[in-house]
């Protein structure tokens, strides 16, 4: 007897596909607030990928075929060895891996800080056992950080620096007390997370070989596609780099973690179809967000819901004290995973089970400390 039914298809298909879906609990939220939105504001299915941010979706495809592909060379092991031989302490390592995150963080937006600091990181671990769980949340934890304090450090940032349209350095000058003390709390945080023990390096014993052509080539077209991805040449700049890597290192491509990718397609999706619910705008309305405080309230909340970046497009409309919402979706980068897409990269890149509740374990008491901080601020 066929297993398949006069249609063709499996009968049991739709429980496959959830069981599949089911082993990715991100993905699976995703699935059902999809629905549940669906059905409180349908939308055409057409309708939808106009709601998926494509540049940012290209751009990330671009820089995981680009970390993959120096990861694959060597490089990453290499510059592990060299980092643990000098620096002998976990501690050490944790509060340099925080700090380098923080700082690339600041120009290089925070997603991109990222795939050059959590890959590194895993390396490390690979050479030294390390706490690798609490060295990834922290590292994330440090992105979101360290970028609050430039326009380029993150997207919400970048979109009220546009609104605002006051000069670069008036935007640095206004978020420098809340990023510095968040990376001073993040700082005193690493201390307590880590020990000053002495790191094992038994598992060091072999000779770390680098590709040299495939790291160099992968280092000039990393800057290169980030400048074009900056200009808004995303896709060009991905067709060509998928391109030319299937001709030449097609397993560089094969190996990337397209899930990711999916993830972000619907988590665009949902938050965006989510912000434009009429019952989110109501209710910002009757709350009322004149006041500085109010505004920074309603941008840290919010984003625990929608993510910080549709929370600062919603919030705009409503309030013109870019600060105070700077200050709130900046604060409502940490907390839940979806606060922030880096938090849900830096989760996906380490490959750690168990690391969704161990990463709300640290980050939810952090955003409560955050938003005392920048409650006083304000």
């Known amino acids: 007897m066929s297993e398949f039914n006069a249609k063709g298809v499996r009968p049991d298909l739709p429980t496959r596909v959830w069981k599949a879906i089911a082993k990715e609990p991100v993905l699976a939220i995703l699935v059902v607030a ?23 979706v290209l751009t990330l495809a671009g820089l995981l075929i680009l970390t993959k592909a120096i990861e694959l060379s060597g490089f990453l092991m290499w510059a592990a060895h060299r980092l643990v031989h000098r620096i002998h302490g976990e501690r050490g390592l944790a509060l340099l891996l925080v700090g380098l995150a923080a700082g690339l963080s600041t120009v290089l937006t925070n997603d991109v800080a990222l795939f050059a600091v959590v890959p590194l990181a895993l390396s490390l671990n690979k050479l030294a056992p390390l706490p690798i769980k609490r060295l990834v949340i922290v590292i994330a934890l440090a992105v979101n950080a360290g970028s609050i304090l430039t326009p380029l450090g993150n997207p919400q940032n970048l979109f009220l620096w546009q609104a605002s349209g006051v000069a670069f350095g008036a935007f640095v000058w206004a978020l420098l007390p809340l990023c510095a003390a968040l990376m001073a709390l993040l700082l005193v945080l690493t201390v307590v997370l880590f020990h000053a023990a002495p790191l094992d390096l038994s598992g060091d014993a072999e000779e770390h070989r680098v590709d040299r052509v495939l790291c160099g080539v992968s280092v000039v077209a990393f800057a290169v596609f980030v400048a074009l991805a900056d200009a808004h040449h995303a896709g060009p700049a991905l067709a060509a780099l998928a391109a030319a890597f299937l001709l030449w290192r097609r397993e560089v491509v094969f190996k990337i973690d397209w899930l990711l990718l999916l993830i972000f397609v619907l988590m665009f999706i949902v938050l965006r179809s989510a912000a434009a619910l009429p019952s989110i705008h109501d209710a910002i309305a009757r709350i009322g967000i004149h006041s500085p405080e109010r505004a920074f309230a309603a941008g840290a909340v919010l984003s625990q819901g929608i993510s910080n ?46 690391m969704w509740m161990r990463f709300h374990m640290i980050s939810i008491p952090f955003l409560f400390a955050a938003m005392a901080i920048g409650w006083a601020l304000v």
């Open 309 to 354: 970046v549709p929370a600062a497009i919603v919030l705009a409309e409503f309030s013109k004290d870019w600060r105070a919402l700077a200050f709130g979706v900046s604060v409502g980068g940490f907390g839940v995973a979806i606060g922030s897409l880096a938090n849900l990269i830096a989760v996906r890149l380490s490959g750690e089970k168990g």
């Open 34 to 56: 999809f629905v549940v939105v669906q059905i409180a504001h349908p939308r055409p299915v057409m309708s939808l990928p106009g709601l998926v941010d494509w540049q940012t």
